[in-house]
């Protein structure tokens, strides 16, 4: 089994600050407080897109970071939310948190969706700090940073389009010149031993799966070679592409070729015939081709279209996978008869449970104490630092987390430097 993965990174947008307003009146002095909240940060969410079948748009883009929230206003006046980011992601996409192992989503229907990382909400405006002590504070806070995760997604994928022909008429060469994948290629026969797959895109940006073969020869599907037990493999697939070696340099005839790989898939399992054909010839840039090509086109009686190519100049390859794409995307998909679980392919997957830690104190090089952890961060960048009223409030929380008690174990002394993220303070007995 292929599995095609890719490592991005996700982050949901900051919500939106709260202000600091009050509300200005005729006749009324000092109004009480009207800074309104910050609207909610947008989340990242995945969702799934049928005609998608590989990650290959993820190769492109590795960063998605959602809007934030927008600002409060005066009056009272909130910030709108943003509106969620919405990425679509193929039938099969399995995500997971690089740094913890969780499963994220499992996400295999249609149109499922799943918050992947999760906007902050607005920061408070002045007007939700109002107490009867204090009736009009000069308090707002900044809004709740986005979450931001690095995260793994994976895909099983099964080949769409196999590529079938005789040993060494080129199909290894054609799948790594039209993917990144790198089979070996040798001029004897049978240098395929397994089925390769590769990711394949057109210059239309449509992508699919291609699926390289053992080599067929006559009596294969009666195990005569190799191809007999990897013939299942395009039970799967959708599209087959017949590799066929137009240079004819091995003494054999192009089209007894194609008809006895025709007759051994026949042979093999009738529902291949259902499958529709592409005609590759292969080897074009040899110089006999073209006549044996002229040949083959004059005994060939089915209506199947052939494409002359040449896997090692690279020569007629656009059209040919053009033509590949539009087949997959019109032909419906062949149910297994007997569905099989690879149990080797089925991957481990490793649950760690992180409790969001408090905080950690350390010291640096000069002495000072760094202070870290998601809650304390957090909490520090939800703080209008231009505000004295949110930076006690901010104190109050440390104390509460108990922080202080902390630093005073260890040993801090009124004035000593205390760093977080790029800050420093001083601790103050
Ligand atoms: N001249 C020429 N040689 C080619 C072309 N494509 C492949 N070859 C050569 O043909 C030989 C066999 O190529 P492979 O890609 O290994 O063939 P295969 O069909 O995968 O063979 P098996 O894995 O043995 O079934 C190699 O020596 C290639 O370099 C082509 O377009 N032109
Ligand atoms: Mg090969």
Known sequence: MFVDQVKVFVKGGDGGNGVVAYRREKYVPMGGPA???????????FQVEEGLRTLMDFRYQRHFKAKRGEHGMSKNQHGKAAEPMVVKVPPGTIVTDVNTGEVIADLTQHGQQKVIAKGGRGGRGNSRFATPANPAPEISENGEPGQERDI??????????????FPSVGKSTLLSVVSSAKPKIGEYHFTTIVPNLGVVETEDNRSFVMADLPGLIEGAHQGIGLGHQFLRHIE??????????????????P??????????????????????????????DIPEAEDNLEAFKEKLQDDVP??????????????????????????????????????ASKRVLYRHEKAESDFFIS?????AFVLTGDKIEKLFKMTNIERDESIKRFARQMRGMGIDDALRELGAKHGDIVKLLEFEFEFIE
């Open 306 to 343: 052939i494409f002359p190519i040449s896997a090692i100049t690279r020569q007629g390859l656009r059209d040919l996978l053009f033509t590949i794409a539009d087949l997959i995307e019109t032909t419906p998909e062949f149910p297994l008869d007997v569905v099989e679980e690879d149990e």
């Open 363 to 367: 010291r640096d090089s000069e002495g």
């Open 255 to 284: 089209y007894e070729d194609y008809l006895t790989i025709n007759s051994e898939l026949k042979e093999y399992n009738l529902r291949l015939t259902e499958r529709p054909q592409i005609i590759v010839a292969n080897k074009m």
């Open 35 to 45: 800074g309104g909240d910050g609207g909610k940060g947008a989340d990242v969410i």
């Open 236 to 253: 799967r697939t959708r599209v087959i592409v017949h590799v066929i070696d137009m240079s004819a340099l091995e003494g054999r005839d």
């Open 152 to 165: 793994m997604l994976e895909l099983k994928v099964l080949a769409d389009v196999g590529l079938v022909g």
